[in-house]
């Protein structure tokens, strides 16, 4: 599985983007996916997570009512729809393929991230 990701860019704080993260390869559908995000100098920390079968899904607390995750599978896409955004949402968000959960090393394959950008 490869995975692109999309969608990142410079927001005002209080503002929305719309992450999207499409993949290929026949076996999408089986993976759970999750998107991970590394600010500068920090370690990559889990953001949200969903399930092979899109029935669960996972947040960060800090994300929690304000990020929804949610995929397509005819489209082998994931989104992360990311609302109220804040400075401290700043940091190259990753998607993954794997478990779908909010684990690292539960995930396979890694996409090569899209940067994030919110301005006070």
């Known amino acids: 599985v490869q995975l692109q990701a999309s969608g990142g860019g410079l927001v005002q704080a209080g503002g929305s983007l719309r992450l999207s993260c499409a993949a290929s390869?026949?076996?999408?559908?089986?993976?759970?996916m999750g998107w991970f995000r590394q600010a500068p100098g920090k370690e990559r920390e889990f953001v949200a997570a969903i399930r092979w079968s899109g029935g669960s899904t996972y947040y960060a607390d800090s994300v929690k009512g304000r990020f929804t995750i949610s995929r397509e599978t005819a489209k082998k896409s994931v989104y992360l729809q990311m609302n109220s955004l804040k400075p401290e949402d700043t940091a190259v968000y990753y998607c993954?393929?794997?478990?779908?959960?909010?684990?690292?090393?539960?995930?396979?394959?890694w996409g090569q991230g899209t940067l994030v950008t919110v301005s006070s």
């Open positions: 390869g026949r076996t999408f559908s089986s993976y759970g």
């Open positions: 993954a393929a794997g478990l779908g959960s909010p684990i690292p090393y539960e995930y396979r394959y």
